[in-house]
């Protein structure tokens, strides 16, 4: 760890010290991974089903099950190809594969709604944040205006401050 800069180079800061330099403290990083968006809804607090949706977007919408999927048609067709329960035209295999489909569409669609909260819960956020500093700004604006008025007299700008 980097010692703070001080005339003693010798002098260490502390692990509660804002000024000291170098990696953060164990407690630190554990408060900081903690942190998490105050609009965004998750583990508890989402419901069961939002929290499945979550779950297999995840799982459809990634390489994995691309592959696992491919694998799965190959299999079916290599395995049903003259001999099988379901052979070559595989009626069954176009039957499962349309359900799959019209699930998915739904699970997708469910999850979509679910990044439209979220997109919309962040956009209130946002705004309720930005009215907030906008008032801040104004007060400063106007506790500015106020010491200026009272440095400078009655804010015409034409008068110098008194030497005191």
């Known amino acids: 760890m980097v010692g703070r800069m001080t005339d003693d180079p010798n002098a260490q800061g502390s692990a509660n010290d804002p000024l000291t330099i170098g990696a953060p403290s164990a407690a630190a990083t554990t408060q900081r991974t903690s942190l998490r968006h105050p609009a965004i809804r998750t583990g508890s607090d989402l419901t069961r089903g939002e929290r499945a949706?979550?779950?297999?977007?995840?799982?459809?919408?990634?390489?994995?099950?691309?592959?696992?999927?491919?694998?799965?048609?190959?299999?079916?067709?290599?395995?049903?190809?003259?001999?099988?329960?379901?052979?070559?035209?595989f009626i069954l295999l176009n039957l499962i594969l349309s359900c799959l489909a019209a699930m998915q569409g739904a699970i997708l669609l469910i999850a979509a709604k679910r990044e439209d909260q979220i997109s919309s819960d962040l956009a209130a956020h946002d705004y309720a944040t930005n009215?907030?500093?906008d008032q801040i700004v104004k007060s400063i604006h106007q506790l500015t205006k106020?010491?200026?008025?009272?440095?400078?007299?009655?804010?015409d700008g034409s008068s110098s401050p008194s030497p005191r």
């Open 53 to 89: 949706a979550d779950k297999l977007r995840n799982g459809m919408g990634s390489w994995g099950f691309v592959f696992a999927a491919l694998v799965f048609l190959a299999g079916w067709m290599i395995g049903n190809r003259n001999v099988g329960f379901d052979k070559y035209p």
């Open 131 to 133: 009215l907030e500093a």
């Open 146 to 155: 106020e010491i200026h008025a009272s440095i400078y007299g009655d804010g």
